[in-house]
């Protein structure tokens, strides 16, 4: 059921019921600033695999749990870490998740078996008036099945769920469109487990030493547990078969014209996802998506979802993709169209 709930004013009696179904161990999908979150009781081992259930998500995949204020790690890790509290006085609430060491009372379903929990605070009334209502910490990844693109609206969590969750709260279009950044500051020097909302040269300003993981840079680790989501499988594909061409723009666009034509000879039904600056250089394919200008990263990472679901509506069979310059939003937005495509051209 998808209720409409005032993103600046929500509701108090809607808030309550929404908590309600969170403290009796049900689903509810709810708007952060990011994406839209498939929200339990982190503290309930039964409401937690309802989540990987629901999301048909693997359960070596941890969950990120949202808390509303920051007095709330104390009854949730076991230390906090001297650079925590500055991180959190710049970015909390907001879109940054840090990676703690945990204590007994988060349930090994949250964290896939490991050691450490992934927590932040979002910055979103609905979503921070929602837990603090329900009184515990909520477990959340983001509302879709397991692989598929996130969920910016409320429609998006109905068209993978429908009546599979308790309520939908509808709050609107998310505003960042990408998931929160990941940071793990259990090690030394710390590092980035997944780029995001908050970018890497903005961490690098308060966090000197940070470095990238090596999956984000495209290197095998023989880790087993993993700390963070969006690090072990490939995530955000579409139902179409997703091409992304790199390389110098006069390249791209040609490389992208040439496979047009190449699987429209196979009867495919093609689509491009592209910017605005170049949506014009490919009147040939069956549909062609701007997703904003060049110049503007954020507003590209807010439709980059949007876009692929909307490829999928219309029933596109292989959808081609520009790569971005990987500066800011845009490492993050790269780093999500590396993990949907199923094939990656140029460099």
């Known amino acids: 059921m998808i209720v409409k709930i005032n993103p600046q004013k929500p509701e108090k009696k809607l808030i309550q019921k929404a908590a309600q179904i969170i ?6 999908a709810f708007p952060t600033e990011t994406v839209y979150g498939l929200g339990a009781n982190a503290l309930d081992k039964k409401a937690v695999r309802k989540i990987f259930t629901v999301k048909q998500r693997p ?26 509290e500055v991180l959190a006085k710049k970015f909390w609430p907001g879109p940054l998740t840090i990676i703690f060491l945990k204590k007994e009372i988060v349930p090994d379903e949250v964290t896939a078996g490991g050691k450490t929990v992934a927590l932040r605070i979002p910055k979103n009334k609905i979503a921070l008036e929602l837990i603090k209502a329900a009184g515990v910490p909520v477990a959340a990844p983001s509302a879709n099945l397991a692989g598929k693109p ?5 429609q998006d969590v109905f068209e993978d769920f429908g009546d599979r969750v308790d309520l939908i709260l509808d709050g609107g279009k998310t505003k960042i469109g990408i998931e929160s950044t990941v940071v793990d500051v259990t ?9 995001g909302g908050v970018s890497f040269s903005e961490l690098k300003k ?6 990238l ?32 061409v790199k390389g110098k723009s006069k390249e791209r666009i040609s490389k992208i014209q040439k496979l047009i034509n190449y699987y429209q000879k196979q009867k495919k039904k093609v689509g491009v996802m592209t910017v605005l600056e170049n949506k014009d250089f490919y009147p040939q394919a069956d549909l062609v998506l701007s997703v904003g200008s060049q110049k503007d990263l954020e507003k590209i990472g807010q439709n980059l979802f949007k876009a692929l679901r909307e490829f999928d509506r219309r ?11 990987e500066k800011g939003m845009g490492f993050a937005i790269m780093n999500r169209l590396e993990k949907a495509a199923s094939k990656i051209l140029g460099t």
């Open 150 to 154: 996130s969920s910016t609206t409320a």
């Open 23 to 28: 403290k009796r161990g049900g689903l509810v």
């Open 206 to 211: 308060i966090l000197k030493n940070l470095k």
């Open 315 to 325: 029933k596109i069979e292989v959808i081609l993709t520009e790569g971005l310059k």
């Open 213 to 244: 993981h090596p999956l984000i840079l495209g290197k095998k680790t023989p880790e087993e547990v993993v700390k963070s989501p969006g690090m072990k499988y490939r995530h955000y594909s579409p139902k179409a078969q997703l091409i992304l």
């Open 59 to 84: 359960l070596d995949n941890p969950l990120i749990v949202h808390i509303a204020n920051k007095k709330d790690l104390v009854g949730l890790v076991k230390e906090i870490p001297k650079e925590v």
């Open 187 to 195: 090690v030394n020097p710390p590092v980035l487990l997944r780029p």
